[in-house]
């Protein structure tokens, strides 16, 4: 008798230690939550705040630091958090499995994107944001801002032979040849396919390519100056993501194609994923004070924000419009259709990877939150995630590709030009193209526009008008790729499923089986198939590997 009341003691003992791990890990996981959403108006509060004490750009720079210390540990994380989870996942089934995965993927991809476009379009038609008004009071400003600078142009005429002349016409001719030699839509196409296979892997860590004209002059027999353009490829800094990827996932498949001779590499990825997660979490408790630091200098660097306001508001209202539809009807309604289940639980998910892509304006910065949203928030299969959301974090821009073509269409209302069909299709499908273009860091699809105006032949001086509320727009388009990206894993697990899963135990089971023991943190299990056995070898040929991501 004395012995039942020990183990019933004992065993009350350990299942309130096990509910208090419970607690404390559910707390810690909301505090964060909680902390980076605290974060995002303490950010704004300090950026309005200053604003009237009219801080130098040093202290703009100092309070910015913090943040780019955020971004600088992040983008350290980008490069080993896609090859290890592309790689560890696509090594764990087999090639059919990856092929199905990869054919829904894109599937989901095109059809998003294609609404996105549409949607954007079709409001900015309705609501007509573009007046000629815009660009003359812009006009007005610049005249204004010139006639300041009059003392310095009086001096400069007094002195004609300064060397700043010379510099000053070196400057205008480099402007104009550059308008002279446009790189057209054709040729970033050609660079988007150049750097999927990379000639060098180790460069393409670091560098990626970008084509560029160069101009030569010679002189034929009869003493006439003949030019001709040669394409060079240049190699500009930064990683070469899109190469990264494909490489990965061709690694990845013949791993799994290998089979046993290739475990102990499958091996050496699937723990450098579990080393990077468990990084990725340490530095999450530091996003709060980066996104604050970075919301509240770009506030900061705003120069007039009510004339602003004034000349842009449509413009900002006709993109936000946009993008709420986008994420709270049609993403919604594709993920109902796909899934049957309710999409607004989906979304409260994936609350913390949105206010991160609001924080720091990048959707490679935001993967690693994205993937434990999805994998502990809404459960999803970690083989569905380690595939779509890398590919969606380079290729899915439902956001940009709304914003681009809202921004095109806004531009040409702007210098009053009514688009035909066939220049608004012209309009959708390179917005589309551009925006699987854009590099998944901040402002990358202000740099992609250029692609947009030169194709229906709309001056590429106008972008000026539209970088004063790019820092904002940015933010919220970079929030509906990453929630875009995180609906693409549910839709695409949902169907795949349909069609016949992996075999295996589904992760789900796992977790419901590990939240019986007392440890609140799992890295890596591996679980024969049709049984509970965790302390199974990873090598085994009978089992399965699967992740759990803390």
């Given at each position: 008798m004395k012995l039942k009341k020990?183990?019933?003691?004992?065993?009350?003992?350990?299942?309130?230690?096990?509910?208090?791990?419970?607690?404390?890990?559910?707390?810690?996981?909301?505090?964060?939550?909680?902390?980076?959403?605290?974060?995002?108006?303490?950010?704004?509060?300090?950026?309005?705040g200053l604003r009237e004490t009219h801080p130098?750009?040093?202290?703009?720079?100092?309070?910015?630091f913090p943040g780019e210390i955020l971004m600088s540990m992040l983008k350290m994380m980008i490069l080993p958090l896609i090859a290890a989870s592309l790689i560890s996942g696509l090594s764990q089934i087999d090639a059919k499995q990856s092929g199905k995965i990869g054919i829904v993927s894109l599937g989901y991809y095109a059809v998003t994107l294609t609404l996105s476009v549409i949607t954007g379009i079709a409001l900015v038609l309705?609501?007509?944001?573009?007046?000629?008004?815009?660009?003359?009071?812009?006009?007005i400003k610049a005249t204004e801002e010139n006639k300041q600078h009059t003392g310095i142009a009086l001096v400069l005429l007094i002195h004609p032979g300064h060397a700043d002349i010379k510099h000053m016409n070196a400057i205008k001719a480099t402007e104009e040849d550059k308008q002279h030699v446009n790189i057209s839509a054709f040729d970033k196409i050609m660079d988007l396919i150049r750097n999927m296979f990379p000639e060098n892997i180790m460069r393409a860590m670091f560098s990626q390519v970008e084509t560029k004209y160069s101009e030569t002059v010679a002189i034929n027999a009869e003493g006439k100056n003949i030019s001709t353009l040669k394409l060079q490829k240049h190699f500009v800094e930064g990683i070469d993501v899109l190469g990264i990827i494909v490489f990965s996932i061709v690694l990845g498949i013949v791993i799994s194609y290998v089979g046993d001779e290739a475990q102990p590499l499958a091996k050496l990825f699937v723990a450098l994923d579990v080393v990077i997660t468990q990084i990725v979490i340490l530095i999450m408790w530091y996003a709060p004070i980066g996104i604050a630091s970075l919301i509240a200098s770009k506030i900061l660097e705003i120069e007039d924000l009510g004339a602003t306001a004034k000349m842009l508001g449509?413009?900002?209202?006709?993109?936000?419009?946009?993008?709420?539809?986008?994420?709270?009807?049609?993403?919604?309604?594709?993920?109902?259709?796909?899934?049957?289940?309710?999409?607004?639980?989906?979304?409260?998910?994936?609350t913390h990877a949105a206010v991160t892509a609001l924080g720091t304006s990048s959707s490679a910065a935001s993967l690693p939150v994205t993937f434990r949203c999805l994998e502990i928030n809404n459960r999803v299969n970690p083989k569905y995630t380690k595939f779509v959301l890398p590919v969606g974090a380079m290729v899915n821009m439902d956001g940009t590709a709304l914003y681009e073509a809202v921004s095109a269409i806004f531009i040409a209302q702007m210098n009053g030009m009514e688009l035909d069909f066939g220049q608004l299709v012209v309009v959708c499908i390179t917005a589309l193209l551009a925006a699987i273009g854009a590099a998944s860091i901040p402002s990358a699809g202000l740099v992609t526009m250029l692609m947009v105006l030169s194709s229906v032949g709309l001056p590429l001086s106008d972008i000026s008008l539209i970088i004063a509320v790019d820092w904002l727009l940015d933010r919220f388009r970079t929030c509906v790729n990453v929630c875009g990206d995180g609906f693409g894993c549910g839709v695409v697990e949902a169907i795949c499923e349909s069609l016949g899963g992996a075999e295996g135990l589904d992760p789900k089971d796992v977790v419901e089986e590990l939240e019986d023991y007392p440890s609140d943190i799992v890295s890596m299990s591996s679980v024969e198939e049709g049984t509970t056995n965790f302390g199974e070898s990873f090598a085994s040929n009978n089992t399965t590997t699967i992740l759990i991501r803390p």
């Amino acid at each position: 008798m004395k012995l039942k009341k020990f183990m019933k003691l004992r065993w009350i003992l350990k299942k309130n230690k096990a509910d208090g791990t419970k607690e404390r890990s559910c707390f810690l996981k909301n505090a964060q939550l909680l902390l980076t959403v605290v974060a995002v108006f303490v950010g704004i509060g300090i950026g309005f705040g200053l604003r009237e004490t009219h801080p130098s750009q040093k202290t703009i720079d100092l309070i910015a630091f913090p943040g780019e210390i955020l971004m600088s540990m992040l983008k350290m994380m980008i490069l080993p958090l896609i090859a290890a989870s592309l790689i560890s996942g696509l090594s764990q089934i087999d090639a059919k499995q990856s092929g199905k995965i990869g054919i829904v993927s894109l599937g989901y991809y095109a059809v998003t994107l294609t609404l996105s476009v549409i949607t954007g379009i079709a409001l900015v038609l309705l609501i007509h944001p573009g007046h000629a008004d815009i660009k003359h009071m812009n006009a007005i400003k610049a005249t204004e801002e010139n006639k300041q600078h009059t003392g310095i142009a009086l001096v400069l005429l007094i002195h004609p032979g300064h060397a700043d002349i010379k510099h000053m016409n070196a400057i205008k001719a480099t402007e104009e040849d550059k308008q002279h030699v446009n790189i057209s839509a054709f040729d970033k196409i050609m660079d988007l396919i150049r750097n999927m296979f990379p000639e060098n892997i180790m460069r393409a860590m670091f560098s990626q390519v970008e084509t560029k004209y160069s101009e030569t002059v010679a002189i034929n027999a009869e003493g006439k100056n003949i030019s001709t353009l040669k394409l060079q490829k240049h190699f500009v800094e930064g990683i070469d993501v899109l190469g990264i990827i494909v490489f990965s996932i061709v690694l990845g498949i013949v791993i799994s194609y290998v089979g046993d001779e290739a475990q102990p590499l499958a091996k050496l990825f699937v723990a450098l994923d579990v080393v990077i997660t468990q990084i990725v979490i340490l530095i999450m408790w530091y996003a709060p004070i980066g996104i604050a630091s970075l919301i509240a200098s770009k506030i900061l660097e705003i120069e007039d924000l009510g004339a602003t306001a004034k000349m842009l508001g449509a413009y900002v209202g006709t993109v936000m419009a946009g993008l709420a539809i986008h994420l709270f009807i049609t993403e919604q309604l594709v993920y109902l259709i796909a899934t049957r289940k309710n999409p607004f639980t989906f979304l409260k998910g994936l609350t913390h990877a949105a206010v991160t892509a609001l924080g720091t304006s990048s959707s490679a910065a935001s993967l690693p939150v994205t993937f434990r949203c999805l994998e502990i928030n809404n459960r999803v299969n970690p083989k569905y995630t380690k595939f779509v959301l890398p590919v969606g974090a380079m290729v899915n821009m439902d956001g940009t590709a709304l914003y681009e073509a809202v921004s095109a269409i806004f531009i040409a209302q702007m210098n009053g030009m009514e688009l035909d069909f066939g220049q608004l299709v012209v309009v959708c499908i390179t917005a589309l193209l551009a925006a699987i273009g854009a590099a998944s860091i901040p402002s990358a699809g202000l740099v992609t526009m250029l692609m947009v105006l030169s194709s229906v032949g709309l001056p590429l001086s106008d972008i000026s008008l539209i970088i004063a509320v790019d820092w904002l727009l940015d933010r919220f388009r970079t929030c509906v790729n990453v929630c875009g990206d995180g609906f693409g894993c549910g839709v695409v697990e949902a169907i795949c499923e349909s069609l016949g899963g992996a075999e295996g135990l589904d992760p789900k089971d796992v977790v419901e089986e590990l939240e019986d023991y007392p440890s609140d943190i799992v890295s890596m299990s591996s679980v024969e198939e049709g049984t509970t056995n965790f302390g199974e070898s990873f090598a085994s040929n009978n089992t399965t590997t699967i992740l759990i991501r803390p």
